[in-house]
C-alpha cells in the first residue's frame, strides 16, 4: 500500500519536474522562443518567474531522489 502511494507520489513529481524544466527558458531561448514567438522581444524576459522555476526544479529533483531511494528500500 505504502508503495503503490509512493509510486503515484513519484509520477506526480516527476510530471511536475518536467513541466518546470521545460517552462524555463534557456540560455538561447530554444524550444520556448520557438513557442512563444516573437513575445519575449516585446514583452521582455521575466527572470524572476525563472529564478523561481529554477529553485522549483532543484526541490522537485530532491523529492523525487528522495522517492525513488524510499521505494528502493521499501521493496
Known amino acids: ?14 510530471i511536475g519536474l518536467i513541466t518546470a ?3 524555463q527558458s534557456g540560455r538561447a531561448s530554444g524550444l520556448s522562443g520557438a513557442i512563444a514567438g516573437g513575445a519575449q522581444a516585446l514583452l521582455g524576459k521575466k527572470k524572476g518567474l525563472d529564478e523561481f522555476l529554477g529553485k522549483v526544479s532543484m526541490v522537485l529533483a530532491a523529492a523525487f531522489l528522495i522517492i525513488a531511494m524510499l521505494i528502493t528500500v521499501i521493496e
Open 21 to 23: 524544466i521545460l517552462m
Open 1 to 14: 500500500m505504502l508503495k503503490t502511494i509512493l509510486m503515484i507520489l513519484e509520477v506526480l513529481v516527476s
